[in-house]
């Protein structure tokens, strides 16, 4: 099905334009296995359950000043998994290590970090149909400031928004509305994609923005969800004229 592109897309970028943090237990497991000899006799499968199931509890609540500070919220996180395995029985875990296997993961993430396939070329070819594009990312000012040098994507976007840099982000509604107002644009002439169902798709479409997610995983739609995107695809360039 052809879709006629919008005057203006506001897109997400991280696990939207950048593989950077889905599937964060088959990191931590890959982080874990890295700490097996030092978690002996616990076993690197049960150090990462426990720690990906802290980091689902803490983000489910989290303020949003967590979203700046990455590297102390995994501090916590590990520090609650290897808490919940002790009260069980199982060994306790020094805060050194909770703060060095925590540390270690942000680095295997940075690592592990790569663009989509074919993002470059889709964002290019956007451009020349017209289309008015802005980068609209949660995060830390210098965390995300980085990644947009380090993946070519600054001199590609007419506004780039940090929530870091602006003070403000998604899903506040001043987030999106900033942006179309850089774009000279309202709301019936955008589309927003990205891969958060409450951030791309359930404020967005509360004020009457076309809401595509971005499920470049093919998961589908959580078992159970009640959130309804316009649009699903599972890369960029599926926005692309045929």
Known sequence: MTHPLP???LI???DTILSAYSKPEAAWLAVA???AAEL???LPTEAAAAIAAAGRRFWASAEAHW?????????VVVADGFATLAATGRRAMSQDFCIRIANRYGLYREEQMTLFPGVHEAIDALKLHGVKLALVTNGAAET??????????ANRFDHIQIEGEHGFGKPEERAYTHAMDALGVTARDTWMIGD???WEVVTPQRLGIYAI????HGDGLPEGSTIKPDRIIRSLSELLPA
């Not at 979203?67 to 501090?75: C, D, G, I, S, W």
């Not at 995300?144 to 993946?151: D, G, H, N, P, S």
């Not at 997610?213 to 470049?216: G, H, K, L, T």
């Open 33 to 35: 296995h890295e700490f």
């Open 7 to 9: 005057r203006a897309m």
């Open 196 to 198: 958060n169902l409450e």
């Open 12 to 14: 997400d970028m991280d």
């Open 144 to 153: 995300q400031r980085a990644k947009i040098l380090r993946f070519a994507l």
């Open 40 to 42: 002996a006799p616990l």
């Open 213 to 216: 997610w971005m499920d470049a």
């Open 67 to 75: 979203r700046l500070k990455l590297n102390e919220a995994r501090h």
